[in-house]
């Protein structure tokens, strides 16, 4: 059984410590979040000790107290460079679900991955990450198409979605072809449009429940125990497990 602690307890690390505990891979042994006071109703069960970290000593102090086998981190960008040290030194798996983080930050995780095993995504749900697949293929296919990539999200995110920029990247779209939608009760939408001569192709994936996130997080949680060091995305995992299946099908 993997022991994990979870870093960031709002909408989403809530849903993630539900999926976590509720799988008998693995151990949410504590969380980690701004403020370690939490009401009855947000606290998972059974009760999971929590504590407020905001020093890199506080983070040395505290995983010396209460060691686990990986971070996930569903916090803030700042978060990695308290503990960043922590996984370097302690050799931990990371898996880091921030959509905001900036070059240096990037950087900075590239660093760590020489000593840990550290998996960066803007999304880290099965179906986004299926669909980005599915996006770089039907490109390198048909590169002449037409494309348009809608995100949709609720009303209150403010940038453009990581994820639907990380599509853009993937398959070589400029930004501008970016549409975004702030819309109430939308959890994440993501839609990636090639227009053909004579057809059109949608590939669509919408993010129903913020649980989703917390079974993509024991996904890469299960692949990245079998990687060596190294720098990975959801896609890498991803890919890994397909050349498995494709390898080990009979002729």
């Known amino acids: 059984m993997i022991k994990v602690g979870l870093v960031g307890f709002g909408k989403a690390g809530q849903a993630v410590a539900q999926v976590l505990q509720d799988d008998p891979r693995y151990e949410l042994y504590w969380i980690a979040r701004r403020c370690a006071v939490t009401s009855a109703k947000a606290a998972p069960e059974p009760e999971v000790p929590m504590a407020a970290l905001a020093t890199p000593d506080d983070w040395g102090q505290w995983l010396d107290a209460h060691p686990v086998d990986a971070l996930v981190d569903f916090s803030?960008?700042?978060?990695?460079?308290?503990?960043?040290?922590?996984?370097?030194?302690?050799?931990?798996?990371?898996?880091?679900?921030?959509?905001?983080?900036?070059?240096?930050?990037?950087?900075?995780?590239?660093?760590?991955?020489?000593?840990?095993?550290?998996?960066?995504?803007?999304?880290?749900?099965?179906?986004?990450?299926?669909?980005?697949?599915?996006?770089?293929?039907?490109?390198?296919?048909?590169?002449?198409?037409?494309?348009?990539?809608?995100?949709?999200?609720?009303?209150?995110?403010?940038?453009?979605?990581?994820?639907?920029?990380?599509?853009?990247?993937?398959?070589?779209?400029?930004?501008?072809?970016?549409?975004?939608?702030?819309?109430?009760?939308?959890?994440?939408?993501?839609?990636?449009?090639?227009?053909?001569?004579?057809?059109?192709?949608?590939?669509?994936?919408?993010?129903?429940?913020?649980?989703?996130?917390?079974?993509?997080?024991?996904?890469?949680?299960a692949e990245l125990a079998h990687c060596e060091n190294g720098f990975y995305t959801f896609d890498d995992l991803m890919m890994r497990m397909v050349r498995h299946e494709l390898i080990s099908q009979p002729d």
């Open 76 to 221: 803030r960008p700042e978060s990695l460079h308290l503990y960043g040290e922590q996984v370097r030194c302690r050799g931990l798996m990371l898996i880091s679900a921030i959509s905001a983080y900036s070059d240096a930050d990037l950087a900075y995780a590239h660093s760590l991955a020489t000593n840990a095993r550290v998996m960066c995504s803007p999304n880290i749900t099965v179906g986004i990450n299926f669909l980005i697949m599915a996006a770089r293929l039907l490109r390198k296919i048909a590169p002449f198409a037409d494309v348009e990539i809608v995100e949709q999200h609720f009303r209150e995110k403010p940038e453009v979605s990581g994820t639907a920029r990380k599509i853009a990247k993937t398959i070589d779209v400029d930004e501008n072809r970016i549409t975004s939608l702030r819309l109430g009760g939308i959890v994440g939408h993501h839609e990636v449009i090639f227009g053909f001569p004579y057809q059109t192709v949608r590939l669509i994936h919408n993010s129903i429940e913020r649980r989703a996130f917390g079974t993509g997080a024991a996904f890469a949680l």
